[in-house]
């Protein structure tokens, strides 16, 4: 079988296609023979030797992915519910960038008949991340406003999507003027375009009360101004830094990002009581083993898939072996909705 190893942190060269040996589900596994593999910012941060938990669960080398779709190959003792050849989908943490792979049976779900492979690889981690903020981390109510940050991303138009089907008012926004179109077809009830816009007073205007919510990926680039434009009870929802990176670049600015680093507001109880506002992050890589969440979570989606209220993200293909050029793009900040790998 073949599989992406990352030998030491580096650039988009460091993605190499290698071979391995066919691995073997342990008790409660499945092999999944993969035929689709969802990209994320995330495995960006992992080939740069900058996250965290890769560090803590793998080390170097490491194959990054944290979902694949396909079909099942093998079942580990104890799985009864499955059968080789079924089509599924699902979480893995880390070493989705392969041709097999071996997962808990608890973070695979069967994929939906009108899904093809690669709209079921693109689904679970940015519907997961969107859902833990929307659902779980936050109590929303129909007509509330929610700012996302990168709406036409993978977790963006996830959020937009979670959003309109809970009611909310899902202001967006994007980074250029061809992300428009789809921040308003996945549910956007405004589009800020920062390259063409002023967001903040743009912000003010569409939300002269201030928002409700807003969920941060950007990082000290927006972050003080995100939790400044909270209306009293408004909750921030951190969880990503994308802007601390270098648009482009295959390897970090050292310079910039011990700048963003310095520039990452801290925030204060006291003020934050005085204010009546919220700040939370998470990290949905360390959430996997909570089996009842992410089964409660998958199966609400799964079904709204089924009923038309959520639909599958737009996605680009590229060949395993080009995961590099996968990451170039999506590291070139210009992407629209998922990248996926096909081995
Ligand atoms: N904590 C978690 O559990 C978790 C889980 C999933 C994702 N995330 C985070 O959520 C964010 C979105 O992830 P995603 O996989 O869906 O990616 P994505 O949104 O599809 O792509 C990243 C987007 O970020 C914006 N961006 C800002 N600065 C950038 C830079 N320096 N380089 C490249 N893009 C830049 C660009 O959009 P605009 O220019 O339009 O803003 C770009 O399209 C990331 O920060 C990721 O780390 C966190």
């Given at each position: 079988m073949k599989l992406i190893s990352i030998a030491k942190p580096g650039s988009f060269d460091r993605l190499r296609l290698v071979d391995a040996p066919e691995p073997k589900p342990a008790p409660g596994e499945v092999r999944v023979n993969v035929r689709a593999v969802g990209v994320n910012f995330a495995d960006v941060v992992i080939r740069l030797g900058l996250y965290e938990s890769a560090k803590k669960y793998v080390g170097w080398p490491i194959t990054p992915g944290f979902e694949v779709s396909g079909e099942v190959a093998e079942l580990g003792e104890g799985v009864t519910d499955l059968q080789v050849g079924e089509r599924v989908f699902g979480v893995t943490r880390f070493g989705g960038y392969a041709s097999q792979v071996c997962a808990p049976r608890s973070q695979l779900f069967r994929v939906p008949a009108a899904l093809s492979h690669a709209q079921a690889a693109a689904f679970p981690t940015v519907h997961l991340t969107a859902y833990y903020a929307l659902r779980e981390v936050l109590r929303t109510r129909p007509g509330q406003k929610v700012l996302v940050h990168s709406a036409a991303g993978g977790v963006g138009l996830a959020a937009m999507q979670l959003a309109r089907a809970d009611g909310l008012q899902a202001i967006g926004i994007i980074g250029s003027s061809h992300k428009r179109d789809v921040a308003l077809e996945y549910g956007a009830a405004h589009v800020i375009d920062k390259s063409t816009q002023a967001l903040w007073p743009e912000v003010e205007r569409l939300a002269p009360g201030g928002l409700h919510y807003v969920l941060e990926s950007n990082g000290a680039e927006t972050l003080k101004q995100s939790y400044r434009h909270l209306r009293p009870t408004g909750r921030l929802v951190i969880y990503g830094f994308t802007s601390m990176l270098s648009r482009?670049?295959?390897?970090?600015?050292w310079l910039k990002m011990a700048r963003e680093f310095l520039r990452i507001p801290r925030f204060h109880p006291l003020e934050m009581v005085d204010a009546n506002k919220g700040v939370i992050a998470f990290n949905l890589s360390y959430l996997f083993e909570e089996q009842g969440m992410l089964a409660e979570s998958m199966t609400r989606m799964l079904g709204e898939l089924e009923s038309g209220v959520l639909k599958p993200l737009p996605v680009s293909e590229f060949p395993l072996s080009e995961a590099g050029e996968a990451h170039r793009a999506l590291q070139s900040g210009a992407t629209v909705g998922k990248l996926v790998l096909v081995p």
């Open positions: 482009g670049r295959g390897r970090p600015n």
